[in-house]
């Protein structure tokens, strides 16, 4: 059941106070944590109503913070770096090769590899800091809602994204941040496309099925980007199994 998953107990994730060395105070944290979340949020504002100038500041700026989390979060630089390995890949597949999502000027913006990593890394934050009650609701509430959704027709494509996050909740090793990612994300995916920097299609490619704008369980490709990034940390860069681990 999703709720099994969700409270488990699991790996603690490292806090940015660990991360970035000894003395560093909490307020330091929280300022980041800010500063990561009014990124992401303004970032989206300036690429869609900055002009031609818009999206080449946003990506100077987010790949700038993204350089400066790799630099002073040293037990999570690993992970971090596999994260932006695969999201660039995964990008190039599902928006430029299948053709899942578009993004407003029909290209791959540059600050979308360093915002998946900006991401990632605020959900490692407040994984341990949302309420424990909010997280484990989080999969009914998907359930309630893709299958509303599903059978008015209206998106054939979450269903299939629910159950990768509901086997990433039962078999990964952190519920906690499948859950937080989830939840980041979809409000994620609703100010963008909300303003305009992306657009999903109405029909899956290939299949035909209807698809919302966004789809309800799109936070499922993130929770994978997690599990991913673990793996790949821990087998293709070959460090310790503990430096990697949420």
Same mark, same amino acid.
């Given at each position: 059941?999703?709720?099994?998953?969700?409270?488990?107990?699991?790996?603690?994730?490292? /806090?940015?106070?660990?991360?970035?060395? &000894?003395?560093?105070?909490?307020?330091?944290?929280?300022?980041?944590?800010?500063?990561?979340?009014?990124?992401?949020?303004?970032?989206?504002?300036?690429?869609?109503?900055?002009?031609?100038?818009? &999206?080449?500041?946003?990506? =100077?700026?987010?790949?700038?913070?993204?350089?400066?989390?790799?630099?002073?979060?040293?037990?999570?630089?690993?992970?971090?770096?596999?994260? *932006?390995?695969?999201?660039?890949?995964?990008?190039?597949?599902?928006?430029?090769?299948?053709?899942?999502?578009?993004?407003? +000027?029909?290209? +791959?913006?540059?600050?979308?590899?360093?915002?998946?990593?900006?991401?990632?890394?605020?959900?490692? &934050?407040?994984?341990?800091?949302?309420?424990?009650?909010?997280?484990?609701?989080?999969?009914?509430?998907?359930?309630?809602?893709?299958?509303?959704?599903?059978?008015?027709?209206?998106?054939?494509?979450?269903?299939?994204?629910?159950?990768?996050? *509901?086997?990433?909740?039962?078999?990964?090793?952190?519920?906690?941040?499948?859950?937080?990612?989830?939840?980041? /994300?979809?409000?994620?995916?609703?100010?963008?496309?909300? +303003?305009?920097?992306?657009?999903?299609?109405? /029909?899956?490619?290939?299949? #035909?099925?209807?698809?919302?704008?966004?789809?309800?369980?799109?936070?499922?490709?993130?929770?994978?980007?997690?599990?991913? /990034?673990? =793996?790949?940390?821990?087998?293709?860069? #070959?460090?310790?199994?503990?430096?990697?681990?949420?």
């Amino acid at each position: 059941m999703p709720t099994r998953s969700a409270e488990r107990p699991e790996i603690a994730t490292p /806090s940015f106070g660990a991360a970035v060395g &000894q003395g560093v105070a909490g307020r330091d944290r929280t300022s980041a944590i800010l500063l990561v979340g009014l990124t992401i949020a303004l970032g989206l504002v300036a690429d869609r109503f900055g002009g031609p100038w818009g &999206q080449p500041l946003v990506s =100077v700026w987010a790949w700038g913070l993204c350089g400066g989390l790799l630099y002073r979060d040293a037990p999570l630089r690993s992970r971090l770096v596999a994260c *932006l390995a695969i999201a660039t890949a995964g990008e190039v597949v599902l928006s430029l090769v299948w053709g899942l999502y578009d993004y407003r +000027l029909g290209n +791959l913006p540059l600050f979308v590899p360093p915002g998946h990593v900006l991401l990632y890394w605020l959900g490692l &934050q407040l994984a341990e800091r949302l309420p424990r009650r909010l997280l484990a609701l989080t999969p009914w509430l998907a359930l309630a809602g893709v299958s509303a959704l599903a059978v008015t027709r209206l998106d054939w494509l979450g269903p299939p994204l629910l159950l990768l996050f *509901l086997v990433c909740l039962r078999l990964g090793p952190a519920p906690r941040l499948y859950s937080t990612m989830f939840l980041l /994300s979809l409000a994620m995916e609703l100010w963008g496309t909300w +303003l305009g920097n992306w657009t999903w299609r109405s /029909s899956l490619p290939g299949l #035909g099925w209807p698809v919302c704008n966004p789809p309800l369980a799109a936070g499922a490709f993130y929770c994978v980007l997690d599990v991913l /990034s673990e =793996v790949l940390c821990r087998r293709r860069l #070959g460090v310790r199994p503990e430096g990697c681990r949420v």
